[in-house]
């Protein structure tokens, strides 16, 4: 199965795994899945390291990369198709970044894993 890791999900994946519920930690540790991060989670990680609300052990741009390579993540780069697809969301959610993550999921066909409850107000699956 392919499933979309949300911001959150991938911090605490790499990071603190206890944090995760064990249903999320299954499927992503199940080898035989192929797990995607998106490039807006990328995105929010550099605006939130640089704004100092978000510490990592290594500039960004290597810590993503790195762990990503290490847990074999794979990259879904954001299409034009995704972002205009925001524009059919209803506004329950206001985060850019998960209202870019919900569109993702929606037209890629991906399950995103997240601890998010807002994001399950969408008609979107959710793992967790």
Known sequence: MKYLLDTLTFLWWCMS??????????????GRNEIYFSAASTWEIVI?????????????????????????????????????????LPPQHADPFDRLLI????????????????IRLYEVETIW
């Open 48 to 88: 939130k390291t640089g704004k100092g609300r978000l510490i990592l052990p290594e500039e960004p741009g290597r810590y993503v990369v790195s762990r990503m390579s290490q847990h074999r993540f794979l990259a879904l780069p954001i299409q034009i198709a995704h972002t205009l697809h925001i524009s059919a």
């Open 103 to 118: 569109a993702q999921s929606q037209l890629e066909a991906l399950p995103l894993i997240t601890k998010d409850e807002e």
């Open 17 to 30: 795994p206890e944090q995760l519920s064990p249903g999320a930690y299954e499927v992503i540790a199940d």
